[in-house]
T-cell receptor, first 112, second 111 residues
Framework: DAGITQSPRHKVTETGTPVTLRCHQT?????MYWYRQDPGHGLRLIHY???????DKGEVSDGYSVSRSKTEDFLLTLESATSSQTSVYFC???????????FGEGSWLTVV | GQQLNQSPQSMFIQEGEDVSMNCTSS?????WLWYKQDPGEGPVLLIA?????ELTSNGRLTAQFGITRKDSFLNISASIPSDVGIYFC???????????FGKGTHLIIQP
């Protein structure tokens, strides 16, 4: 158990609406990540955070923004959802030993 | 960006058989990780490798970090039904800026 809670776990939304996914961790880890998983693409990094208010872009950051105002929460926002953002979104944290990445259970987002 | 080639894409095996899958990279990695994902769940870490040439076991699973640091393999011995799932390799350059993932190997066990 990586101590990660994602919410919502499932959401259906309409094209053009804003959506925010929340990742909450209970172990005070510094590094947090958002990945998306799509058939044929595996897992791809969207954004990551290395501390409160410190974030950086990943491989597929276009159309997404993130915020981290508290150590325990990392929010992923789709400002105006598109059908191409239908995906499974995973939050992850970096934890020792060995600085290994551990994943949450995922948030299934469908944009119609 | 960095790319990982994972093969095979899928495997259909009989229960009790041994399984082997591998990943190769165009770039050097400092860490190789292997994850398993069951339907509807997040990837779960199986084995982490931190040194070139390292061979590590976790029960019936064995993984190796290639000497060139550009490849890794995962073996599963005597497969059982609960081994069904998708296996991902992942590599890291050593920083904390995330992992690069392979596209996964679907393991299907036929009764």
């Amino acid at each position: 158990d990586a101590g990660i809670t994602q919410s919502p776990r499932h959401k259906v939304t309409e094209t053009g609406t804003p959506v925010t996914l929340r990742c909450h961790q209970t172990e005070n880890h510094r590094y947090m990540y958002w990945y998306r998983q799509d058939p044929g693409h595996g897992l791809r990094l969207i954004h990551y955070s290395y501390g409160v208010k410190d974030t950086d872009k990943g491989e597929v950051s276009d159309g997404y923004s993130v915020s981290r105002s508290k150590t325990e929460d990392f929010l992923l926002t789709l400002e105006s959802a598109t059908s191409s953002q239908t995906s499974v979104y995973f939050c992850a944290i970096l934890r020792g030993p060995g600085n290994t990445i551990y994943f949450g259970e995922g948030s299934w987002l469908t944009v119609v | 960006g960095q790319q990982l080639n994972q093969s095979p894409q899928s495997m259909f095996i009989q229960e009790g058989e041994d399984v082997s899958m591998n990943c190769t990279s165009s770039s050097i990695f400092n860490t190789w990780l292997w994850y398993k994902q069951d339907p509807g769940e997040g990837p779960v870490l199986l084995i982490a490798l931190y040194k070139a040439g390292e061979l590590t076991s976790n029960g019936r699973l064995t993984a190796q970090f290639g000497i060139t640091r550009k490849d890794s393999f995962l073996n599963i011995s005597a497969s059982i039904p609960s081994d069904v799932g998708i296996y991902f390799c992942a590599g890291s350059g050593g920083g904390a800026d995330g992992l690069t993932f392979g596209k996964g190997t679907h393991l299907i066990i036929q009764p």
